[in-house]
């Protein structure tokens, strides 16, 4: 037998090679570990280089102290092997076992939305408009906030005569509370359906189905009383729909619906339009009739979308809120400067967290070509994601840090951006990497969460955000005066101070001293308020609000002379006060001139005949001068008003106890 040539040697261990079953790649956890360390670098940025826009590292001091124990237990889960097996096993066991049918679904996802929201619900709010929003609610007074969520107040007010008809009072967040809820256990449903329409791998659903439930934004959702939650539950179905379009199970309707639906709760919703556009263009062909009828659809949009830009422009354009491309010169920072930018990133990094180490899944060797369904999915996806990035940099750059939940439109298009892009074409993803990534999710969201849910340390970490934020020193907005006045209304002297002073270093009128005036007098501080008080005066003598003020803080101190005063020039800016009436002829009774008192009192009741005070302290009065038939006419009067529900307000209703005090 001859030699056999060296050629067909290697081409004959090539075969069986070949031939014989390799066993699979393990995918490499370095690339996760390398983006790890990027995250925590990026945390460190957001702490030390921007402490003052929103969220970082430096807001762990924020956290109540078992929750800080909580977030190291966790850390070191992740950074031990053997324990982060455990969670690796875990990760597992939800992907092999998830329930299938519909029913134990929804009885697992509203499970976890019940003890999520037992454990972490969120009770600031001092975020974004809360106090507003419930005061608004609870008086029964005209709507005051912002335009673009009145279809979701209307619903809050439906759910309160809802719960009123039933005969629960509940309170004015409550209402709120329980659409941010019901938006959660939503999203919990949806999100499991949305990472099936992504990947055919069940570790992949678990990693895209956690990513977007454990995001920053999942705050919204755990009774945040505020406008958005329910906008962007319905923001999520459409995105669902979208896809399910896209993989030719759904038509045009549902999505053009869904966000028809978002749109009417709160109107920033018609960002994704253009996404919807590329839906129709890109996903499969549309009857002549469902074109036409999506067309003029979308006409309709435009149009409702003009005419109420048109109807509320001097709304916004008072505060320069609507796509200001270009700010006022006496705005701290204008866009597209250092501080919108880093702004815009510090919300984004709050919001997507450890989502940005999906983009690391691909640098695993575990990566496949995409399909073309799945090329579709990244576009329409991206597509949305670009319309909310757009408008978190273009709505204002002179929005503050309690903003961060409407600047948080884009963060359900983006991570699922994020998911179909690095997440979809994985052909093996493997446990291990997914318990990484959703490990870092939690790190990142936990104390963000946990410090929300403690009312104590919301004030401080509102204060922390606002200390350094130019938005605050901005002489044309008054964001720090009225948070100073939530603060002093809530009990907050101190913070209230802060920023009232804040607001009047920087805009300097009469209504700012006033407002400082007010923080100092809500402590008991009479002589610093009466200084503010009169600061304001010295700039503008017809602010009648500081002569008010400053008439009571005076009483209250104790000074009867320089309150009549004041009070005697306030009715002469404004005669149809009763309660300037009612302290004056109050302070006149003490004195001892009893007539002045009378002749006050009966000028208060023709001004507001139903005020009780009147009434109570003209019979008191009238006895003093033997006037006995009218005294017992004024008695009658206010036991009938008090009886009818009439009543004196708080502030003056027994002023000896507030000197006490």
Partial sequence: MGDVPRVEIRRAVDTARRSKKEPPRTPSEAPIVAGLGLLALLHLVAAFVTPEILWGAHHLRFVPLAAQAVWFALLVVLLVPPARAGLVSLVERTARGFPRSFLARTAFATAIGILLFALLRSRNLFSGDGFLLSGILAS???????????GTFLL????DALLRAGGREAGPTVPFVLMSALSGLAALHVAPRIAREITPLSTARVLVAGTVLLSGALVLFLGHVELYAPMHALVLV?????ARFLRGRSGLAAPSAALALASALHLTALVFLPSLVVLALTGPPLRRRTKAVFIGALALALVLLGAYVLTTRGTYEKEGALLPLAASAEAPYSLFSRDHLALAGNVLLLLLGGALLLPFLRHSGSARGSSREENL????????ALGGVLFLLLVDPRLGSRDWDLLALPVFPLLLFLAAAFVSPCSSLGAPRAALVLGAMVLHAFP????????????PMILAMTARDPHYDDPNLRASSALALLFSETGYGDASILLAERAARAKGGAVDYTNVGKAYAAKGEYDEAIGWFRRALAVDRSHADAEWCLGLALYLKGDRAGAE????????LDPKMPDAYDLLGLILGQEGRIREAIDVLERGVAVDSTHVEFWRKLAILYERENRSEEAQRASARADRLRR????????LADPERRRGG
């Fill in 140 to 150: 029964g007074g005209p709507y005051e906030a912002g335009h673009a969520g009145y």
């Fill in 156 to 159: 809050a007010r439906g759910l």
């Fill in 238 to 242: 459409y995105l669902l729909f979208g």
């Fill in 377 to 384: 999915l990244v576009r329409f996806f991206g597509s949305a």
């Fill in 448 to 459: 963000w969460v946990a410090a929300n849910a403690d009312p104590d340390r919301a004030v």
């Fill in 565 to 572: 005063a004041a009070l005697r020039s306030f009715l002469s």
């Fill in 644 to 651: 009818g529900g009439g009543e004196a307000p708080e502030r």
